[in-house]
Nanobody, 127 residues
Framework: VQLQASGGGLVQAGGSLSLSCAASGLFLSNYDMGWFRQAPRKEREFVAGITWNGNIRYYGDSVKGRFTISRANAKNTVYLQMNSLQPEDTAVYYC?????????????????????WGQGTQVTVSS
């Protein structure tokens, strides 16, 4: 199983970036997906999550209204559209996969629930 995150880069404050996470070795439709990030000298934090069918999306407080998670199961890919980027969004961004759950048991923001992790892509926002 491999999760390949891409799309990171350097952008000015107020700009946008779109991240992709391409999965191989698994059928993404069987997995709930999440994006996490880790800034230097900080704990890894939850950014956004989406259920296997896209019906439930959940965001960390710091990115609500600015970031959008989506998925294309036919392409085995999950996306993170990031708008109005700020210097505090600078981090390595990781995508992760967990076996899909029934709706009542969905929990997207707990790092320990995720089984597979990508290698990360660097996002740097300059002021």
């Amino acid at each position: 199983v491999q999760l390949q995150a891409s799309g990171g880069g350097l952008v000015q404050a107020g700009g946008s970036l779109s991240l992709s996470c391409a999965a191989s070795g698994l059928f993404l439709s069987n997995y709930d997906m999440g994006w996490f990030r880790q800034a230097p000298r900080k704990e890894r934090e939850f950014v956004a999550g989406i259920t296997w069918n896209g019906n439930i999306r959940y965001y960390g407080d710091s990115v609500k209204g600015r970031f959008t998670i989506s998925r294309a199961n036919a392409k085995n890919t999950v996306y993170l559209q990031m708008n109005s980027l700020q210097p505090e969004d600078t981090a390595v961004y990781y995508c992760a996969a967990q076996r899909r759950r029934i709706t009542s048991n969905v929990r997207l923001n707990h790092m320990e629930d995720y089984e597979y992790w990508g290698q990360g892509t660097q996002v740097t926002v300059s002021s």
